[in-house]
């Protein structure tokens, strides 16, 4: 997916000469442009933006102003200055702000376009993955203690999301001009994740204070409760079965038919690949505790079916009995 450069400048011709000249790598970025301050920091909020080339003398909001607010809500976002008024002073503080290069004018646009390019690839010098698992990919960063910036793009959507890692530790997350946990929680939902590793963080404030383990299970836990939400409000075609208890919507959502003659305590056993997410993360846990590989899972259901959960390429699930002896529980769990 192609990335955006946004230009801010209050000159006219000189936004439309760049973008104009741009041209020449439109296979490589995208060219967004704002007159002003306000209109950058909008575009921010609107598009996922890779990198910033402004003035510093505008209107409405100047350079400065902008540099501040991307400081403290984009730092990961190079900033390119650009400016016909430059002094060591003004230069000294452009680089103290936190902007990743300084450019006067008059200036040769293709200069211009290499530059941004090669801060392009920086967000990706530590790899490409296009066909992995974030919660695996996220436990070995972990392990690893690794210090990187992830970015991720929702195959699906096109949605871009931003992952910041210092020594293995999650310290944020940002999607457009969103923070925190419920920026982490939306990343860790999609289905079709692409990811590109930078191998620094301009981060050092941990603003998530839980630990990755506690904000993957909440992000799975709740992507499961939307699901389950969501197939509420399907209607079931005619001649499908009822589930055996109204109350016990997962065992309802069993695929495969019970078998004929069933263990004495089990009502009935199927492939479920709602689970396998679960499973996925129970194995990551016991991995990182040295717990061993993952037989199986117990849930206790309280007054509801009792359920166990055995991995595979899909996830069987057995549907207990009310009142299933222990017995048949331990064999399903040790055996």
């Not at 730092?75 to 000294?92: E, F, H, N, R």
């Not at 959502?253 to 003659?261: E, G, L, S, W, Y």
């Not at 009935?268 to 590989?293: C, E």
Request: with cysteine; aromatic share 6%.
């Amino acid at each position: 997916m192609k990335k955006n450069a946004l230009i801010v400048d209050d000159d006219r011709i000189l936004r439309h000469l760049i973008k104009k000249k741009f041209q020449a790598h439109a296979s490589v970025f995208n060219t967004l442009l704002a007159a002003d301050g306000v209109e950058a920091v909008q575009s921010l909020k609107d598009n996922a933006v890779s990198i910033v080339v402004t003035d510093l003398h505008m209107p409405n909001m100047d350079g400065f102003e902008l540099l501040a607010h991307m400081s403290a809500s984009y730092p990961d976002i190079p900033v390119i200055v650009l400016t016909a008024y430059s002094t060591p002073q003004s230069k000294q503080r452009v680089l103290d702000t936190g902007a990743a290069a300084f450019i006067e004018k008059p200036f040769v646009v293709e200069d211009l376009a290499e530059r941004v390019i090669t801060s392009l690839e920086k967000e990706s010098e530590g790899g490409t993955l296009q066909t992995v698992s974030i919660d695996m990919f996220l436990q070995l960063v972990e392990m690893e203690q690794k210090t990187c910036t992830i970015r991720v793009i929702n195959k699906d959507t096109g949605n871009q999301g931003v992952l910041f890692f210092k020594g293995g530790e999650l310290l944020d997350a940002r999607i457009r001009d969103m923070h925190g946990k419920q920026a982490a929680y939306e990343i860790f939902s999609w289905d079709s994740p692409s990811l590109s590793i930078q191998d620094t963080c301009v981060l050092n404030k941990k603003v998530i204070k839980e630990d990755l383990q506690a904000v993957l299970f909440d992000a799975m836990r709740l992507k499961d409760e939307a699901g389950q939400d969501e197939s509420a409000f399907r209607e079931a075609p005619p001649d499908a079965p009822q589930p055996v208890e109204e109350a016990a919507p997962q065992a309802a959502k069993v695929h495969a038919p019970a078998a004929p003659a069933q263990k004495k305590g089990i009502a009935s056993t199927g492939a479920d690949p709602a689970w396998d997410n679960l499973m996925s993360l129970t194995a990551i846990l016991g991995a990182n505790i040295n717990a061993g590989n993952v037989k199986a899972c117990y849930i206790d259901q309280g007054r509801e079916n009792g359920l166990v959960l055995l991995p595979g390429d899909e996830t069987t699930v057995v549907v207990l009995e009310k009142n299933c002896p222990g017995d048949v529980i331990r064999r399903l769990l040790y055996e």
